[in-house]
Nanobody, 115 residues
Framework: QVQLVESGGGLVQAGGSLRLSCAASGSIFSIATMGWYRQPPGKGRELVAIITRDGRTNYADSGKGRFTISRDNAKNTVYLQMNSLKPEDTGVYYC?????????WGQGTQVTVST
């Protein structure tokens, strides 16, 4: 079973940046389309960015122009660079396969953007 471990979250002021990492166990990672999801307080989980195994990317409107998803298949790791952060980006961020998730969810990493 693949395990996902997210890290890199924190408290940042609006306009700041964070780089999230997701380390996955298991060789299946290298062939999976992966995504970053976020769950704002009191809301459901939403997909914010997706990357195919060969590096093609797509973003939700909320993150276009500000977020960059990337991956290192040799390290079984996917990243999310977030710039120009806004308070509405606050939430717990998770990675998983996308657009449908098939792995068990990790613990996520909390991102809090203050005004």
């Amino acid at each position: 079973q693949v395990q996902l471990v997210e890290s890199g979250g924190g408290l940042v002021q609006a306009g700041g940046s964070l780089r999230l990492s997701c380390a996955a166990s298991g060789s299946i990672f290298s062939i999976a389309t992966m995504g970053w999801y976020r769950q704002p307080p009191g809301k459901g989980r939403e997909l914010v960015a997706i990357i195919t195994r060969d590096g093609r990317t797509n973003y939700a409107d909320s993150g276009k122009g500000r977020f960059t998803i990337s991956r290192d298949n040799a390290k079984n790791t996917v990243y999310l660079q977030m710039n120009s952060l806004k308070p509405e980006d606050t939430g717990v961020y998770y990675c998983n396969t996308a657009p449908g998730w098939i792995f068990s969810w990790g613990q996520g990493t909390q991102v809090t953007v203050s005004t």
